[in-house]
């Protein structure tokens, strides 16, 4: 089965409003990272957050871990159209992702 | 600087056939992983190679599945007598290693297609 497990499946928004996705996990970890994948760029490395971390910040993405929870955030603000993209979470080890979270930004 | 290469882009065989799939991971990247993803599907692990260590083939899903890593750089995936539900773009990563072994550098994929 897959460790991690994003939600909402798909998320559709105007451009300017923040994005919020979530990815929950079944066992421990050492670190959860968020991967984006489009058409024009494939899978990309977007964060990853060590278990030891909170919160991490890069740019306008900000990332949570609640390790008690065994879940993740990814916040996205003030999107754009080109943050439209499906979005993954995986764990270490062997990243086992899962379906992601399709995001629409719209113009 | 160049990134994760692999060959070829596209694939189409007949079931039955046997097709090799090649990855040229980034200069200097110790590990390498397969994936493989199907429609509509999140990314499937299937194997990985980390420096000189024996690979972590726990994500292969048949024998006729299998991989090689020669001098630690270019990969192989070879599947056997193809079947249609091994069709799905076959993904490969590489990464640094160390503290940034986790943080994978995906290639655009080889789409497979068996008929």
């Known amino acids: 089965s897959q460790q991690g497990e994003e939600d909402p499946q798909a998320l559709s928004i105007q451009e300017g409003e923040n994005a919020t996705m979530n990815c929950s996990y079944k066992?421990?970890?050492?670190?959860l990272q968020w991967y984006r994948q489009n058409s024009g760029r494939g899978l990309v490395h977007l964060i990853l957050i060590r278990s030891n971390e909170r919160e991490k910040h890069s740019g306008r993405l900000r990332v949570t871990l609640d390790t008690s929870k065994k879940s993740s955030s990814l916040l996205i603000t003030a999107s754009r159209a080109a943050d439209t993209a499906s979005y993954f979470c995986a764990t270490d080890g062997k990243l086992v992702f899962g379906k992601g979270t399709k995001l629409t930004v719209n113009p | 600087g160049a990134g994760v290469s692999q060959s070829p882009s596209n694939k189409v065989t007949e079931k039955g056939k046997d097709v090799e799939l090649r990855c040229d991971p980034i200069?200097?990247?110790?590990?390498l992983y397969w994936y493989r993803q199907s429609l509509g599907q999140g990314l499937e692990f299937l194997i990985y190679f980390q420096g000189n260590s024996a690979p972590d083939k726990s994500g292969l899903p048949s024998d006729r599945f299998s991989a090689e890593r020669t001098g630690g750089s270019v990969s192989t995936l070879t599947i056997q007598r193809t079947q249609q539900e091994d069709s799905a773009v076959y993904l490969c990563?590489?990464?640094?290693?160390?503290?940034?072994?986790?943080?994978?550098?995906f290639g655009p994929g080889t789409r497979l297609t068996v008929t």
């Open positions: 066992t421990s970890i050492n670190n």
């Open positions: 990563a590489s990464s640094p290693g160390g503290r940034s072994i986790y943080e994978q550098y």
């Open positions: 200069s200097g990247h110790t590990a």
